[in-house]
Structure formats: structure tokens, C-alpha cells
């Protein structure tokens, strides 16, 4: 399951098209559930890409710099070794 909440966000529908218009005030969240696929790969030159997909074919790509992947890594160890989540 995707949600998708986009904040303050307007579009313009004018003979087919979409057009934003308004401030450039924006803010969006993104989640993804009960994923089914995972890929980690390298992205570009300087970037580690993770991209998680569902069963209703909806994806999300996010792409970090090392450190901020190793971080990611971290963190999951750390739940690994202290969280209900892994017993």
C-alpha cells in the first residue's frame, strides 16, 4: 500500500495537461507497506540507491550517500540487538 500526502499542492487541468500553479510552498510524504521487493545498488558514482516495490506494483527509490547508508545500517543493527521488532 502507497500513501501519498502532498501538501499545499495545486495543479491546473487544461486540455489534457497538468500545469502546477501557486506558492512554491511544498511539502510531501511518502509511504510505502508491506513491500515484497528489495534491491540496494550503486548510483552513479558517489550514491547507494535502495529501492523498495509492493505487490500492487507501486515503488519507491531513495538514494543516499555512503555515510548516510552506513547510518541506515547502523540503525537496523541497533534493532537488530535491542527491538521486540527481532525476537
Not at 487544461?14 to 509511504?31: F, M, R
Not at 540496494?40 to 506494483?57: Q, S
Amino acid at each position: 500500500m502507497l500513501t501519498l500526502n502532498l501538501e499545499e499542492f495545486m495543479v491546473e487541468l487544461k486540455e489534457g495537461s497538468l500545469k502546477h500553479v501557486g506558492p512554491t510552498n511544498k511539502a510531501a510524504t511518502v509511504k510505502l507497506y508491506d513491500i515484497d521487493g528489495l534491491e540496494v545498488r550503486e548510483f552513479g558514482d558517489e550514491r547507494v540507491k535502495l529501492t523498495f516495490a509492493d505487490d500492487e506494483g507501486n515503488e519507491v527509490e531513495i538514494a543516499l550517500f555512503p555515510e548516510q547508508a552506513s547510518e541506515v545500517a547502523r540503525g537496523i543493527e541497533a534493532l537488530e540487538d535491542g527491538s521486540e521488532v527481532y525476537d
